[in-house]
Nanobody, 122 residues
Framework: QVQLAESGGGSVQAGESLRLSCVAS????????MGWFRQAPGKARGFVAG???????QYADFAKGRFTISKNGGHNTVFLQMNALTPEDTAVYYC????????????????WGQGTQVTVSS
């Protein structure tokens, strides 16, 4: 059974950093893309960042320059380093996997985690 488990969320002050992690289990995802979405209260879930199995990365515009996605393919793990956080980054962050980066970015990933809450206060 495939499972994705996110961790690393929490409550921080504006300007601080968080590092999210997601471990995928149940099969070998070393040749799959992995990525992050987020959903703020009252808003739709949206793309944050994605990385292909061969380490091509894409970011949402708001994430460029502040967030860094990386992947440890051998351990089916993806990370999201988030710096200079603002209250607008407050959301539940979800991990997803898909065979292509396009599928990641389009939100049509095959599997999703349960999410981890990130709260940024001013």
């Amino acid at each position: 059974q495939v499972q994705l488990a996110e961790s690393g969320g929490g409550s921080v002050q504006a300007g601080e950093s968080l590092r999210l992690s997601c471990v995928a289990s149940g099969r070998d995802f070393s040749r799959w893309g992995m990525g992050w979405f987020r959903q703020a209260p009252g808003k739709a879930r949206g793309f944050v960042a994605g990385v292909s199995w061969h380490d091509i990365v894409q970011y949402a515009d708001f994430a460029k320059g502040r967030f860094t996605i990386s992947k440890n393919g051998g351990h089916n793990t993806v990370f999201l380093q988030m710096n200079a956080l603002t209250p607008e980054d407050t959301a539940v962050y979800y991990c997803t996997v898909a065979q292509t980066l396009a599928e990641i970015k389009g939100g049509t990933g095959d599997h999703w985690g349960q999410g981890t809450q990130v709260t940024v206060s001013s």
